[in-house]
């Protein structure tokens, strides 16, 4: 026998070129059981049990040595398994004959060195070793535990005869790749293996089994269950994604939702997300009741599976169930349904019992709700069908720690909607409540509220009456957002109401607004908390007057104001811009255009005309576009305005205002101008008492000249000429006096002897209302009476 023979106790044969056997030593026939004579002359093939493995056949093609395992058929039909060695030996004509040596695999065991075996079936990892075709040659004892099966019943079979699960192709098909490519190649799986009975994270190694040649013969799988670091690794991973996803918004529905959603599939089945209503509504929620059953508000399920309680439902869970007790120690639980308090719970509730059953949920956890040392409510975790493992305390802290960043985002939506409501509440009140008696203007207006992301702004409107059957149109906007937004612009709304009740003219009415910015922006309510510590606004205020129908507009710092006349023609009226209220020291300017009667007048604010898509060019463009097909209702162009400009819910908050003129024409007014001589007095009582016969007004006849004699009196007495009295007819009598004196009058309290000096007192007991207007050329006392019923 050879000196480099496997071993000693090898069988021997030589086969032919044409695969007769030649020889047959006493080895072969103790291995096999047939005698030289059997043997000598049959083909070697025929003494195979299985077939061998393609590559093999290629490599003895070329004439290569091998050496691999193979199946040999006994004498009496049992199958020997054995090491075999073929080598070439040349027969000089280009063919050769083949020595072939063959060991009992058990005796190659027992030839091999124990420690090396020693470490292949005491390693803690599952190993495997896959032959030429990739089927399983050696298992040891880990491996052979988790795929539940022994060495035996494994061999010979491929990964998938044996788990054809598709989860393991991905092993399968490594194999076979490093077979290909000699390339080691590692891979993750998380699968349940027949030995174990719920899935394992495994780090799997594919390592191919060379010779000394480089020629690959099998490949040897490495299997770490690494379950507990894939745990840590995964719960790190849906913390990370809690903090992008949850709390994307200021919404606390929504923010509800994304927790819901982070927690599918990777900590639960089924998820549902109950709070306390007050919550809804940013107000603090109640305490937990000691006695008597919890009522939640449904907010949030995940996936979309009809459950017991549809979102927006309430649940009413009595005092035994885990939601309640959950909340009521402030921690979190975890159950099986079979528990009794669970079976107690569930008996009370027939539809959350069969909801139960028929999703076969078969563990839960209820973790509370706390944000900042309140309770908002609770989430219920599931698990649903056998696939899945029951929960555990390790479980329990994930869904402890996701709760608790989702609390922090969904207490700050309560906050933030608490804000938004009161700022909103708090705007809503300031703006005009309804639209004020007055003939001027036929007037609409929407106004629209930021986007709840952005908090409610300091746009604002504003319709006056002002003497002279006069109307002042404002419209404003405050820089910034939230309640001192908003109270920045109530501030200024009730600044320009007050500087309007002095009949300021428009550019007047700015100068005075921008310096009580001024002062209050550099006062002690200027500190970073106060509302106009960095204020910054922008108003127009226009006064229209139905009897000259002029109009007089001055800007500080606004987008000019859109004219539609009777005609059709839509353009900006121009005028110089100011600067923006609160820079102090720069002048306005006001310009004067007159208006045909019909003509529709538009303010607005730039949330109206900016957008994230659109630039301010284009939004007015489209404004325009809009009002040149302005509807005969105005409530109906506000809407095709709204429509045409915002086609999502505003960035910024948006107000408009829409106002059709009107005029009063000679059958309302009536015009005398008086020398400035006492004799005349009489005669300017006779004229106006004849003019309310006209209109058919007698009954205010008596005061009417009353007011007329004091006022043209004193015109007379303490003013200068040119003076004139004016008589109009609208929703009420004015009576107005103009002359050239810039003196105002006041009322003043006379003694019991004095001669003078309870004119004014007369005509305000006796109007309803009277005041003092400065003009361009002097000044003008008027007073109104309400008109008969």
């Not at 106790?9 to 006493?26: F, K, M, R």
């Not at 696939?387 to 939506?413: G, H, K, T, W």
């Amino acid at each position: 026998m050879p000196r480099d023979s496997l071993t000693s106790a090898a069988a021997l044969a030589v086969a032919a070129p044409d695969g007769t056997l030649t020889i047959w030593n006493s080895g072969a026939e103790q291995l096999l059981g047939y005698s030289a004579g059997e043997a000598v002359g049959r083909l070697a093939t025929a003494l195979l049990a299985s077939p061998i493995p393609i590559g093999v056949r290629e490599r003895l093609g070329r004439q290569e040595d091998w050496t691999g395992q193979v199946v040999l058929r006994h004498r009496d039909g049992s199958a020997v398994e054995c090491q075999l060695r073929a080598r070439p030996l040349p027969t000089g004509d280009g063919r050769a004959s083949w020595l072939l040596e063959g060991v009992p695999v058990e005796e190659v065991d027992r030839a091999t060195d124990p420690l090396l075996r020693w470490s292949f079936d005491q390693s803690p990892f599952a190993l495997a070793i896959y032959d030429s075709e990739g089927r399983f040659l050696r298992v040891n004892e880990p491996m052979s535990k988790q795929l539940a099966a022994s060495e035996r019943d494994l061999r010979g079979l491929r990964i998938t005869d044996h788990m054809p699960d598709p989860a393991f192709r991905a092993p399968e098909q490594s194999v076979d790749r490093v077979l290909q490519t000699g390339e080691p190649e590692r891979i993750e799986m998380n699968v349940k293996v027949p030995g174990e009975p719920q899935a394992h994270a495994w780090i799997v190694r594919f390592t191919p089994l060379k010779d000394s040649l480089g020629l690959v013969h099998g490949v040897q799988l490495a299997a770490l269950d690494f379950s507990e670091q894939y745990a840590a690794r995964e719960r790190l991973a849906l913390l990370d994604e809690a903090s992008r996803r949850i709390g994307s918004s200021l919404d606390v529905t929504r923010t509800a939702q994304e927790l819901a959603d982070v927690a599918v599939p990777a900590l639960a089945d089924y998820v549902l997300v109950d709070l306390f209503d007050p919550v809804l509504h940013g107000d603090e929620p109640p305490p937990v009741p000691i006695h008597g059953p919890l009522l939640l508000r449904r907010v949030a399920v995940c996936p979309d599976v009809k459950a017991a309680v549809a979102v927006g439902g309430l649940s009413r869970y009595p005092e035994v169930s885990p939601i309640a007790r959950c909340l009521a120690t402030g921690r979190g639980t975890v159950h099986q349904i079979g528990e009794p308090e669970i079976t107690h719970w569930l008996a009370q509730a027939p539809d959350r019992s069969a909801w139960v059953s028929r999703h076969r949920a078969h563990s839960l956890m209820a973790v509370p709700l706390r944000g900042r040392g309140t309770n908002l409510g609770v989430v219920l975790f599931m698990r649903l069908g056998p696939s899945a493992a029951p929960y555990e305390q390790d479980d329990l802290q994930i869904a402890e720690e996701l709760v608790a960043r989702a609390a922090v985002c969904l207490d700050n939506a309560r906050r933030y909607t608490r804000e938004h409501t009161t700022t909103l509440a708090l705007q809503h009140s300031l703006l005009p409540q309804g639209m004020p008696d007055q003939t001027a203007v036929d007037v609409a207006s929407r106004y629209l509220p930021a986007d709840s992301k952005v908090g409610v702004g300091g746009d604002w409107f504003d319709v006056i009456p002002l003497s002279g059957a006069r109307v002042a149109l404002v419209v404003g906007d405050v820089v910034g957002h939230g309640i001192h937004a908003s109270a920045a612009m109530g501030r200024l709304r009730t600044a320009v109401r007050a500087l309007a009740d002095v009949d300021l003219a428009p550019d007047e009415l700015l100068a005075h607004l921008d310096d009580l910015v001024v002062r209050l922006g550099s006062g002690p309510e200027s500190g970073a908390e106060a509302p106009f510590g960095e204020l910054g606004a922008t108003c127009l205020y226009a006064v229209y007057d139905p009897i000259s129908r002029k109009c007089s507009l001055a800007s500080a710092g606004h987008l000019w104001p859109v004219l539609v006349t009777p005609d059709g023609k839509v353009d900006f009226l121009e005028l110089p811009t100011g600067p923006p209220l609160g820079l102090g020291g720069l002048p306005f300017e006001s310009v004067e255009r007159e208006l045909p009667q019909g003509s529709l007048l538009s303010l607005y604010t730039d949330g109206l005309v900016l957008a994230r898509h659109r630039d301010v060019d284009a939004g007015l463009h489209a404004l325009r576009t809009a009002l040149a097909d302005a509807a005969p209702s105005l409530e109906t162009t506000c809407d095709r305005v709204l429509d045409a400009l915002l086609a999502e819910r505003p960035a910024d908050d948006v107000a408009l205002l829409i106002a059709r003129t009107r005029a009063l024409d000679s059958r309302h007014v009536a015009v005398w101008d008086l020398p400035a001589d006492p004799a005349f007095v009489a005669e300017a009582r006779s004229q106006a008492t004849a003019q309310l016969h006209t209109w058919g007004l007698d009954d205010l006849a008596y005061v009417t000249e009353l007011v007329v004699s004091e006022l043209v009196t004193n015109a007379i007495r303490y003013a200068a000429a040119p003076i004139q009295l004016r008589l109009i007819q609208e929703r009420t009598l004015i009576c107005e006096v103009s002359d050239a004196s810039s003196t105002a009058p006041h009322l003043r309290r006379a003694r019991i002897f004095d001669e003078g000096g309870r004119g004014l007192m007369l005509v305000a007991q006796l109007t309803e209302r009277w005041g003092m207007r400065h003009t361009g050329t002097g000044k003008t006392i008027w007073a109104e009476q309400p008109l008969p019923v």
